[in-house]
């Protein structure tokens, strides 16, 4: 599976809501399982450290499900984790789920957009992200502008890739720094044609 660069993807819905637990002793199924997949995240983003990361994520996330399996934030955090250990069937099932549960958030479009990149499955991640751009004054509109962005040019569509990242310094001009970040990371990588192209970009 291609790796696309996806640089806010375990921390963004970590910030979606506060987790804190009551100060009484009453249990909060919503609250436990929002505290439970905050912990499974942050594992999750260290996963390549050790593999005993990989397990407690999947520990505190299949908690954060048992408590509220319908809660769309839970859901993508598994269906993160399940992309991330190859479970792309799985992942897909829960993507496809909370895009149509909630079609009216961008976020979960574009991180399905992302996912459905990195399967290299073009056609059908420019659809995610458009619907996603298609939301006026969501405040993911940036992310999918710059995912997006990353995605048409690891699929030599220079031309959308020109469109999204312009729309995105307009949008946003503080996405710079990021783009610029992740042509550090292509670079590393030896993705060297991405890498210019991004230097470029933020140039303009």
Same mark, same amino acid.
């Given at each position: @599976?291609k790796?696309? !660069?996806?640089? %806010?993807?375990?921390?963004?819905?970590?910030?979606?809501?506060g987790?804190q637990?009551?100060?009484n002793?009453?249990?909060?199924?919503?609250?436990?399982?929002?505290?439970r @997949?905050?912990?499974?995240?942050?594992?999750?983003?260290?996963? $390549?450290?050790? /593999?005993e $990361?990989?397990?407690a994520?999947?520990?505190?996330?299949k908690l954060?499900?048992?408590?509220s399996?319908?809660?769309?934030?839970?859901?993508?955090? @598994?269906?993160? %984790?399940?992309?991330?250990?190859?479970e792309y069937n799985?992942a /897909? @099932?829960?993507?496809?789920?909370?895009?149509?549960?909630?079609?009216?958030?961008?976020?979960?479009?574009?991180?399905?957009?992302?996912?459905l990149?990195?399967?290299?499955?073009?056609?059908?991640?420019?659809?995610?992200?458009?619907?996603?751009?298609?939301?006026?004054?969501?405040?993911w509109?940036?992310?999918?502008? /710059?995912q997006?962005?990353y995605?048409?040019i690891?699929?030599?569509?220079?031309?959308t890739?020109?469109?999204? %990242?312009?729309? !995105?310094?307009?949008?946003d001009? $503080?996405?710079?720094? $990021?783009?610029?970040k992740?042509?550090e990371?292509?670079?590393?990588?030896?993705d060297?044609?991405?890498?210019?192209?991004? %230097?470029?970009?933020t140039?303009?």
């Amino acid at each position: @599976m291609k790796k696309l !660069l996806m640089l %806010f993807s375990y921390f963004l819905i970590i910030i979606l809501s506060g987790c804190q637990m009551k100060s009484n002793d009453e249990f909060d199924p919503e609250k436990a399982a929002l505290a439970r @997949m905050r912990l499974g995240l942050g594992y999750l983003a260290k996963a $390549n450290e050790s /593999e005993e $990361n990989i397990k407690a994520a999947h520990y505190n996330l299949k908690l954060a499900a048992q408590y509220s399996p319908d809660n769309p934030q839970v859901m993508l955090a @598994m269906a993160m %984790f399940d992309q991330h250990v190859g479970e792309y069937n799985e992942a /897909e @099932m829960i993507y496809k789920r909370i895009t149509l549960m909630q079609p009216g958030n961008g976020l979960y479009h574009v991180h399905y957009g992302s996912f459905l990149c990195g399967l290299n499955r073009y056609q059908e991640a420019k659809a995610q992200f458009e619907q996603s751009i298609e939301l006026d004054r969501h405040r993911w509109k940036a992310d999918a502008y /710059e995912q997006y962005g990353y995605c048409a040019i690891q699929n030599n569509d220079k031309k959308t890739a020109d469109l999204m %990242f312009k729309q !995105l310094f307009q949008y946003d001009g $503080n996405r710079r720094d $990021n783009v610029k970040k992740a042509a550090e990371i292509y670079q590393k990588k030896g993705d060297i044609k991405i890498a210019n192209y991004l %230097f470029s970009v933020t140039k303009e």
